[in-house]
Nanobody
């Protein structure tokens, strides 16, 4: 089975960069044709897609977050990483790394594997 595990600091200061790593086991992040996304859920709000890196290393970001977002990967470690810069308290939430077989999933149910999520709090 495929497993995804988020890791990184749970507390980030405002204006700093949020950095999270997703470690994947059970499948290679280079396997065609899968897409590896970061999504988040602020408290009391809906899930928000942040962006993805695909099997070839191409990235696509949400237009709402593009200017602050960078997703990269280390294929030797089977990991991909989220960096979200200039964070504010509005970036607080649970962050998930997920997999999908489609770059434009029509529902959250099309993300077939999820990490357990990790809480990130932006606070001074």
């Amino acid at each position: 089975q495929v497993q995804l595990q988020e890791s990184g600091p749970g507390l980030v200061k405002p204006s700093q960069t949020l950095s999270l790593t997703c470690t994947v086991s059970g499948d290679s992040i280079t396997t065609m044709f899968y897409y590896w996304s970061w999504i988040r859920q602020p408290p009391g709000k809906e899930l928000e897609w942040i962006g993805y890196i695909d099997y070839s290393g191409s990235t696509v970001y949400s237009p709402f977050l593009k200017s602050r977002t960078s997703i990269s990967r280390d294929t030797s470690k089977n990991q991909f990483t989220l960096q979200l810069s200039s964070v504010t308290p509005e970036d607080t939430g649970v962050y998930y790394c997920v997999r999908s077989p489609n770059p434009h999933a029509s529902s959250w149910k099309e993300y077939d594997y999820w990490g357990q999520g990790t809480q990130v709090t932006v606070s001074s």
